[in-house]
């Protein structure tokens, strides 16, 4: 069984940072990509941004300029830091792993609220 645990959301200010995490239960090097995703209330989930086992890395064009996803592959941890937050970025934000058999493993969420 494969775990993925998030932590790091919480309460900021506009225009402040954040820094979540991800750290899974399994070698990530066995996974063909990690992302993370956000859900607003009343809305679809979407992809933030993600990161494949090459490296490449996707951004969604909101957050282009202001998110970095990043990985640690001795800690198994994939990074999502989000500088200029906005109202808009509220939601909460899930990690998603998809393994080379194309199964998603995601986490439970956490929390980001972007308020004054």
């Known amino acids: 069984q494969v775990q993925v645990v998030e932590s790091g959301g919480g309460l900021v200010q506009p225009g402040g940072s954040l820094r979540l995490s991800c750290t899974i239960s399994?070698?990530?090097?066995?996974?063909?990509?990690m992302g993370w995703y956000r859900q607003a209330p009343g809305k679809q989930r979407e992809l933030v941004a993600g990161?494949?086992?090459?490296?490449?890395?996707t951004y969604a064009d909101s957050v282009k300029g202001r998110f970095t996803i990043s990985r640690d592959n001795a800690k198994n941890t994939v990074y999502l830091q989000m500088n200029s937050l906005k109202p808009e970025d509220t939601a909460v934000y899930y990690c998603?792993?998809?393994?080379?058999?194309?199964?998603?493993?995601w986490g439970v969420g956490t929390l980001v609220t972007v308020s004054s």
């Open positions: 998603n792993a998809r393994d080379m058999d194309n199964m998603n493993y």
């Open positions: 399994r070698s990530i090097f066995s996974f063909y990509a």
């Open positions: 990161i494949s086992s090459g490296s490449t890395l």
